[in-house]
Nanobody, 121 residues
Framework: QVQFVESGGALVQPGGSLRLSCKAP???????????MAWYRQAPGTERELVAW???????NYKEAVKGRFTISRDNARKTVYLQMSSLEPADAAVYYC????????????WGQGTEVTVFS
């Protein structure tokens, strides 16, 4: 069973920065490497939304609202995906999750526990 372990969430003021990490310790490298990998987020009372994804050859894609502020990257040898977030806004507050994506950009595996980002003044 694939499990993702997200970390790095914290309390931060508007304008601040955070780096989230997502590890897949139970996924073998030969399975991790070919996967599209993505970050999602879910704020209270809302649907989980796709924020950013990265192709196996490291081409990033972003939700419009985070373009220019967030950077997704991956380390295939460590089976880890990162999300560098800067210029954080209150609207970015959510629980952040990672997952692999199918070719139709649907989440592929069960969800991990997520990591919470709180943006406050």
């Amino acid at each position: 069973q694939v499990q993702f372990v997200e970390s790095g969430g914290a309390l931060v003021q508007p304008g601040g920065s955070l780096r989230l990490s997502c590890k897949a310790p139970r996924m073998i490298t030969s399975v991790f490497n070919p996967n599209l990998m993505a970050w999602y987020r879910q704020a209270p009372g809302t649907e989980r939304e796709l924020v950013a994804w990265i192709t196996p050859d490291r081409v990033p894609n972003y939700k419009e609202a985070v373009k220019g502020r967030f950077t997704i990257s991956r380390d295939n040898a460590r089976k880890t995906v990162y999300l560098q977030m800067s210029s954080l806004e209150p609207a970015d507050a959510a629980v952040y999750y990672c997952n692999a994506l199918t070719s139709t950009r649907q989440a592929k595996y069960d969800w991990g526990q997520g990591t919470e980002v709180t943006v406050f003044s």
